[in-house]
C-alpha cells in the first residue's frame, strides 16, 4: 500500500429536504435541486468510498483496510473497531428544515441493529440569515409529556432553537433530540452508523405523496428527557496553531485556521489523520505524497505517517483522528 494522501469520491444523497448548496457553495459535481448529503468517507455497507487520486485510485475504503488495516487505520484503531471504519464524514445542505430524530446509543444500537451508536458533531459552514437548529429540551420533560406532545402536535413548543452562523459547533451525543433546520450548510463528523430514530417530520411528503416512516415507540427508551446545555463547543480559534474543539470516546477534532504552513510530528499519533476543508485551499503532504485540498473536500492521511505538512496561504480544516 502506497500511504500518500487519499482523496475520495464524494458520495452524493438526495433528500427530500436537500438544495443547492453543495455545489452552489462546496463545487460539488451535482444536478439534483435536492441533493442534501454528500459522503466524503464512508465504511458503510452499500457505501462504501472509493480513491480518486494517485496510484490507488478505484480502490475501495474497505479494500484498503482490508489489505493494511494497521498502516491506514493505526494499530490501537483495528484493535479497538476491527476492520471497520469508525466514523463517516458528511457535509449536508438542509433547503429545508430535517426531521426531529435522535440516535441510540452504542448498546441499544448493538442489541437492535447490530450497529454502532451515532454520536455526532456539527460545524456550520453557511447559514442564512435567522438560520436554526434544534437541539435538546428547553426544559426538562417527563416520558408521558413527550408522549403527549407528539399525540397533539405540539412537540415544537418544547424544542429548543439554536440560532447560528458560520464556525458554530455542536456536539450532539446519543439520546438528543436534534434537527438542522433550513438555510444550514454543514459539515458532521460521526460514529460510522445510520441508524436514525425519526419522531416528527413536520407531516411531509415525499414525491410519491406519502408520509415518511416515524419510529416513535423505538425512541422512547433511547431518548434523554433532560434539559442540557452540553451541546454548544466553545473553541479557540487563534490562528496557526491547532485548536481542539471536540475529544470523545469516537473521535477528536481540531480546528486549524492557518495563513502560512504548519508542519505536525504524528508519530505517536497511531491513528489516521483527516482533514476537512471548510474555507481557503492546502497542499496535504506526507512521506508518501500528497493531495491539494479546498473547500469542501476531504483527505485521509494514513496512519504511518511520521510528518504532516500543510502549505497554505489561507486554509480552515477540521482535522479529525480517533
Known amino acids: 500500500m502506497n500511504n500518500y494522501p487519499l482523496k475520495f469520491t464524494p458520495i452524493l444523497k438526495e433528500r427530500l429536504w436537500g438544495g443547492t448548496k453543495l455545489k452552489d457553495v462546496l463545487n460539488k459535481s451535482i444536478e439534483s435541486d435536492i441533493t442534501g448529503e454528500s459522503w466524503e ?22 479494500e484498503l483496510i482490508q489489505s493494511n488495516g494497521e498502516a491506514l487505520l493505526g494499530k490501537s484503531v483495528v484493535e479497538r473497531f476491527g476492520l471497520d471504519f469508525p466514523i463517516l ?21 448493538k442489541k437492535r441493529h447490530n450497529s454502532f451508536g451515532k454520536t455526532e458533531m ?21 416520558k408521558e409529556e413527550y408522549v403527549k406532545s407528539l399525540e397533539e402536535g405540539t412537540l415544537e413548543s418544547l424544542m429548543n432553537y439554536e440560532e447560528v452562523s458560520e464556525g458554530d459547533t455542536f456536539f450532539i451525543n446519543t439520546g438528543k433530540i436534534h434537527a438542522i433546520g433550513a438555510g444550514v450548510l454543514l459539515a458532521e463528523i460521526q460514529q460510522t452508523s445510520d441508524v436514525t430514530y425519526r419522531v416528527f417530520d413536520f407531516n411531509r411528503r415525499d414525491k410519491n405523496g406519502n408520509l415518511r416512516e416515524l419510529h416513535t415507540e423505538l425512541a422512547l427508551d433511547a431518548m434523554d428527557y433532560a434539559k442540557k446545555d452540553d451541546f454548544k463547543v466553545n473553541y479557540s480559534n487563534e490562528q496557526n496553531r491547532v485548536n481542539e474543539m471536540v475529544d470523545c470516546p469516537y473521535f477528536k477534532t481540531n480546528f486549524l485556521k492557518l495563513t502560512n504552513s504548519l508542519e505536525q510530528d504524528v508519530t505517536n499519533r497511531d491513528s489516521f ?3 476537512m476543508c471548510v474555507g481557503g ?10 493531495a491539494h485540498i479546498k473547500k469542501g473536500e476531504t483527505v485521509l492521511v494514513p496512519a504511518t505517517s511520521n510528518k504532516i505538512n500543510i502549505a497554505t496561504e489561507g486554509v480552515k480544516l477540521l482535522e479529525v483522528t480517533i
Not at 468517507?41 to 474497505?62: A, F, K, P
Not at 485551499?281 to 506526507?286: F, L, P, S, V, Y
Request: charged fraction near 25%; glycine fraction near 10%.
Open 122 to 142: 456539527w460545524y456550520v459552514m453557511d447559514a442564512d440569515p435567522g438560520a436554526k437548529l434544534i437541539v435538546g429540551f428547553n426544559r426538562d420533560v417527563e
Open 273 to 275: 489523520t483527516i482533514y
Open 89 to 109: 464524514i458528511k457535509f449536508i445542505d438542509a433547503k429545508q428544515d430535517l426531521s426531529i430524530q435522535l440516535h441510540p446509543n452504542d448498546e441499544l444500537a
Open 281 to 290: 485551499d492546502a497542499q496535504i503532504t506526507n512521506e508518501s505524497g500528497s
Open 41 to 62: 468517507l464512508s465504511g458503510v455497507d452499500g457505501d462504501i468510498s472509493m480513491v480518486e487520486n494517485g496510484d490507488m485510485r478505484g480502490t475501495s475504503l474497505q
